[in-house]
C-alpha cells in the first residue's frame, strides 16, 4: 500500500510538470505565430464567403444598370479613388472627383498609366457593382486568405465596403504589414430611374 502511494504522488508532479511544459509551449507558440488570430480570420473568410452569394443574388434581383455612388479607396502608395460614379447599362459613363478641386474627369483620365488594369482601384472604368462583385469572387477563390473584410448593403446586397491584401498575424514572427491593403467604400448609393 506504501509503494501504491509513493507511486501515485510520483505521477502527480509528472503529471504537472508535464502540463505545465504544455502550457509554455501553446504560449510561445501564440506569441510567435498567432494561430488564434489565424483562425479568427479563416473564420470571418468563411462569412464572407457565404454571405457573398446571397447578396449578389439580391443585388441582380433588382435588375439595376443604372445608378450613381460614391466611392473613396485606397491602394497604399499607389492611387487614391475619390469620386462619384455615374454607371448606365452596367458600364461608367461619368466619373466626378470629391474634394476641394472637384471636377469630372474625361475617360482618358480614369485609369492611372502605370497601374490601370493591373490595380483595380486605379482604373475607374472598374466600379461597377457586377465588376466588384467579379473581383471578391476571384479573390475568394484564387487567394481567399487575402480578404481582410467585406460588408454588404442590407437593401440592395452591392459591395459597401472591402479590404484586401496581405493577411499575416500579430505573431512576433508573423508581423502585421502596415501598407498591406488595397481598400474602399460605397456609400451614397443611388438608382436612376429612367422615363
Given at each position: 500500500m506504501l509503494y501504491s502511494r509513493l507511486m501515485t504522488s510520483s505521477k502527480l508532479p509528472i503529471a504537472k510538470t508535464a502540463g505545465i511544459i504544455i502550457l509554455l509551449f501553446g504560449a510561445v507558440f501564440q506569441t510567435l505565430y498567432d494561430p488564434i488570430s489565424s483562425a479568427k480570420h479563416a473564420l470571418e473568410v468563411a462569412s464572407i464567403r457565404a454571405e457573398l452569394p446571397p447578396a449578389r443574388a439580391k443585388w441582380e434581383s433588382f435588375g439595376l444598370t443604372d445608378y450613381t455612388f460614391e466611392i473613396e479607396g485606397e491602394a497604399r502608395s499607389i492611387c487614391q479613388p475619390s469620386a462619384i460614379i455615374e454607371v448606365k447599362n452596367d458600364i461608367v459613363v461619368k466619373?466626378?472627383?470629391?474634394?476641394?478641386?472637384?471636377?469630372?474627369?474625361?475617360?482618358?483620365?480614369?485609369?492611372?498609366?502605370?497601374?490601370?488594369?493591373?490595380?483595380?482601384?486605379?482604373?475607374?472604368?472598374?466600379?461597377?457593382?457586377?465588376?466588384?462583385?467579379?473581383?471578391?469572387?476571384?479573390?475568394?477563390?484564387?487567394?481567399?486568405?487575402?480578404?481582410?473584410?467585406?460588408?454588404?448593403?442590407?437593401?440592395?446586397?452591392?459591395?459597401?465596403?472591402?479590404?484586401?491584401?496581405?493577411?499575416t498575424g500579430?505573431?512576433?514572427?508573423?508581423?502585421?504589414?502596415?501598407?498591406?491593403?488595397?481598400?474602399?467604400?460605397?456609400?451614397?448609393f443611388q438608382p436612376i430611374t429612367t422615363p
Amino acid at each position: 500500500m506504501l509503494y501504491s502511494r509513493l507511486m501515485t504522488s510520483s505521477k502527480l508532479p509528472i503529471a504537472k510538470t508535464a502540463g505545465i511544459i504544455i502550457l509554455l509551449f501553446g504560449a510561445v507558440f501564440q506569441t510567435l505565430y498567432d494561430p488564434i488570430s489565424s483562425a479568427k480570420h479563416a473564420l470571418e473568410v468563411a462569412s464572407i464567403r457565404a454571405e457573398l452569394p446571397p447578396a449578389r443574388a439580391k443585388w441582380e434581383s433588382f435588375g439595376l444598370t443604372d445608378y450613381t455612388f460614391e466611392i473613396e479607396g485606397e491602394a497604399r502608395s499607389i492611387c487614391q479613388p475619390s469620386a462619384i460614379i455615374e454607371v448606365k447599362n452596367d458600364i461608367v459613363v461619368k466619373v466626378e472627383t470629391i474634394g476641394s478641386a472637384r471636377q469630372i474627369l474625361p475617360p482618358d483620365k480614369w485609369a492611372n498609366p502605370d497601374w490601370g488594369n493591373e490595380v483595380f482601384l486605379c482604373n475607374y472604368n472598374h466600379f461597377t457593382m457586377t465588376l466588384i462583385f467579379d473581383l471578391l469572387e476571384q479573390t475568394l477563390q484564387n487567394f481567399p486568405s487575402s480578404i481582410l473584410q467585406a460588408d454588404f448593403d442590407k437593401e440592395y446586397g452591392f459591395v459597401t465596403n472591402l479590404s484586401y491584401g496581405i493577411y499575416t498575424g500579430y505573431g512576433l514572427l508573423r508581423p502585421r504589414v502596415s501598407n498591406c491593403c488595397n481598400i474602399f467604400s460605397i456609400k451614397n448609393f443611388q438608382p436612376i430611374t429612367t422615363p
